[in-house]
């Protein structure tokens, strides 16, 4: 059976789609948002928070680590990178949860039997499974395996995509898949390129035929005061959501650092530091300035 990095699954979610559902956090992702607030879903391979501030001191992983990565002395403990496979031995016994292994391979059945658990709440909540990250699709050959088992059990399914990837895989997985939550990082080519590091053509492309071919979706827009919440942006949504027959509705998702302080557990730089939540003025500003021009019902997510 094939495998995927899966580095959550979150029991209970209510913000991934319609009533109750268990969303599936899957790593790898072939954009690089600059306000990504997931950075531990970037790379596919497993990873390592590391957060000092919770060290009891206890040698566990100055003992347990084959490339002797840590130290810790008079109180302080470094953990040096440089010679880390990422093999997650240090974060066995680590108690106190100063280091986390990021990512664990999973097969299709087994991540099934998890979702699964809940199907009660599912069905009394018309919820289901969602598939998030990171990107989904990077796990492609997974989730062929997945989704047919899934569907065959009465799930509903929802899927989170950049919309990064080949049109016939996700052609291919259409007859599975109930709601795209179909994100929109920027709606000019060249914003998105600077934004994410690939331009948004071949986005907008997927989005034109999944809405051709009868697929249900939600745009999904994350907005970043003084990044991507220009009038021009804020308009553009309107008009993609205006011109595409299946799109139910349109959420938006203002900026949080939660990404910042998980860059720092991963020892890597956040590309963009911006400390404070979208305030709530700009939250209103965003929602009527795009409701004003469209239709489909705009909400916060």
Not at 46 to 61: L, T, V
Not at 243 to 258: G, W
Not at 264 to 280: K, S
Request: proline fraction near 6%; aromatic fraction near 8%; charged fraction near 25%.
């Amino acid at each position: 059976m094939k495998t995927a990095t899966v580095f959550d699954l979150e029991k209970f979610a209510v913000h991934d789609g319609p009533g109750i559902r268990t969303t599936v956090f899957f790593k790898g992702c072939p954009l690089h948002c600059l306000w990504c607030h997931n950075p531990e879903s970037q790379r596919r391979e497993k990873e390592i928070f590391f957060s000092p501030e919770k060290c009891i001191g206890c040698h566990w992983c100055v003992q347990a680590c084959p490339n002797h990565c840590h130290q810790i002395d008079g109180g302080m403990h470094r953990f040096d990178r440089t010679n880390c496979t990422r093999c997650g031995t240090c974060t066995e016994k680590c108690y106190a949860g100063a280091l986390e292994l990021v990512g664990r391979e999973m097969t299709a059945g087994e991540v099934l039997r998890e979702v699964l658990k809940d199907k009660l709440f599912y069905d009394n909540s018309s919820g289901g499974m969602t598939l998030s990250g990171g990107e989904p699709m990077v796990h492609f050959d997974f989730l062929r395996e997945l989704l047919p088992e899934a569907k065959r059990a009465g799930l509903h399914i929802c899927m989170e995509t950049c919309g990064y990837a080949p049109w016939e895989q996700y052609r291919a997985l259409l007859p599975c898949l109930d709601l795209f939550l179909y994100d929109i990082k920027a709606t000019d080519p060249e914003k998105h390129r600077r934004f994410t590091g690939v331009t948004n053509e071949r986005i907008l492309e997927n989005l034109e035929k999944i809405d051709e071919a009868g697929g249900s979706i939600i745009l999904r827009c994350p907005l970043i005061p003084g990044v991507n919440d220009d009038d021009e942006h804020l308009l553009g949504i309107a008009a993609l959501a205006e011109s595409r027959k299946n799109v139910r509705e349109i959420h938006l998702e203002p900026y949080h650092p939660l990404g910042v302080g998980k860059c720092a557990r991963l020892g890597i730089q956040t590309p963009l530091e911006i400390h404070e939540f979208a305030p709530e003025s700009a939250i209103e500003r965003w929602l009527s300035r795009i409701q004003a021009h469209t239709g489909v019902p705009v909400r916060r997510s």
